[in-house]
Structures are given as C-alpha cells and as structure tokens.
Antibody, heavy 122, light 107 residues
Framework: EVHLEESGGVVVQPGGSLRLSCAASGFTFGDYAMHWVRQVPGMGLEWVSLISWDGGSTYYADSVKDRFTISRDSDKNSLFLQMTSLRPEDTGLYYC???????????????WGQGTPVTVSS | EIVLTQSPGTLSLSPGERATLSCRASQYVGNSDLAWYQQKPGQPPRLLIYETSIRATGIPDRFSGSASGTDFNLTIRRLEPEDFAVYYCQQHGRTPLTFGGGTKVEI
C-alpha cells in the first residue's frame, strides 16, 4: 500500500525559510515523478511544483518560482521542498502527491499524503 | 495558463438524485489530461476519474466522466450519502498544472 507522510510544517515569519519532507513507501519511488500541491484551509487546490522520476527535470508555479526548490533522494525514498523568502500567501496545507504512471512527469494523482501545515505570519 | 472553471459552485441535492458537475477549460485539454477528485472535510483529495472518463480503482460505477470539446462533466448517477463532498477537476497536460475552483455537492 502506498504511503506518503509529510513533515516539517511550522509557523514561520515572513521572509523566513522552511524545508518540507515527504517519506514515501509502498511503491518503487525512483520510478515516479512527485509533486507538491497546497491548499489554503477552506479553499481550493494549487499546484506548486513537480520533479521528474529521475530528478532531472523540475517545474514550478510562477507564484513560487525562484523561492522554492524541489528535490528528491531516491535512495531514501524521500521528497523535499525547500521554501525561502516565505510570504503570508504561502500559508496552507502542503500535500506530497504521487503521479499514477511511472516515468511520466505529470499524470493524475493516485496517492496523496495527509499534508503538513505551513503558516507564514509575524 | 489553462484556466478551469467549475460550475455550479454549490449543488444542493438529495440522496438518490443525479448530479452533473461541469468543468470548462480556457484552452484545449486532451482527454488523457483531465482528472476529477473528491475531497471530504479533513481529508486529502481522492482520485475519482482519470483520462476524462476512466474510474479509478475502487470507484463505484455511479460516477462517470465525459467531455465535449473543452467542456468536461462529472456525473453521479444516484447520490449516496457519502457522495456529499467537494469535487475538483484538474488538467495535467501542461504546466502549470491547474485545478478548477471546486463544486460543493451538499444536501
């Protein structure tokens, strides 16, 4: 069974930095692209970033480009999101998600973590 | 950026009724690039439909998806109590990936 568990979400001041982690299990992590999606409580879903199955390609939403960095460690079955220059509008629940087919950068999401909450506030 | 516009924002129905949710894309979206998710309070979204019309594993056949041009529909044939939730469409064919704003199906 696929399991994704995010961690690292905390309260941080504007301008601060944070690193989110996602521990994956139950599938061959190194074969699948992984994404981060965020959600403001009570609001909709926003795609944040993706990393290809081999880590060779990364993409970002314009709202986070040049501030966030996605990475992966396939030896440790882990996904990361390094967040810098944080803004109040980055507040939300951050989900680690797995795409449904191997070797594709982007497909539908067949597995989601429970999310880790990030609050950017002074 | 491909904008997905979902309508209605809220759908008030009763168990046993039929629900039709709409998702309109601002540009071409391939049928293989459109998915639907269901989200209940306090839970992450769950994949319902992928590639416009294919039900995900374990999804009952009262859920169906269809498309006509840039218009995509999710139909719930006979609402069960557990179907009252928020539904999102998503296109994943082009970055940035985008979601619709959601349709809440309420009693």
């Amino acid at each position: 069974e696929v399991h994704l568990e995010e961690s690292g979400g905390v309260v941080v001041q504007p301008g601060g930095s944070l690193r989110l982690s996602c521990a994956a299990s139950g599938f061959t992590f190194g074969d699948y692209a992984m994404h981060w999606v965020r959600q403001v409580p009570g609001m909709g879903l926003e795609w944040v970033s993706l990393i290809s199955w081999d880590g060779g390609s990364t993409y970002y939403a314009d709202s986070v480009k040049d501030r966030f960095t996605i990475s992966r460690d396939s030896d440790k079955n882990s996904l990361f999101l390094q967040m810098t220059s944080l803004r109040p509008e980055d507040t939300g629940l951050y989900y680690c998600v797995k795409v449904s087919a191997p070797y594709y950068d982007s497909r539908s999401y067949d597995s989601w973590g429970q999310g880790t909450p990030v609050t950017v506030s002074s | 950026e491909i904008v997905l516009t979902q309508s209605p924002g809220t759908l008030s129905l009763s168990p046993g009724e039929r629900a039709t949710l709409s998702c309109r894309a601002s540009q071409y979206v391939g049928n293989s690039d459109l998915a639907w998710y269901q989200q209940k309070p306090g839970q992450p979204p769950r994949l319902l439909i992928y590639e416009t019309s294919i039900r995900a594993t374990g999804i009952p056949d009262r859920f169906s998806g269809s498309a006509s041009g840039t218009d995509f529909n999710l139909t719930i044939r006979r609402l069960e109590p557990e179907d009252f939730a928020v539904y999102y469409c998503q296109q994943h064919g082009r970055t940035p990936l985008t979601f619709g704003g959601g349709t809440k199906v309420e009693i």
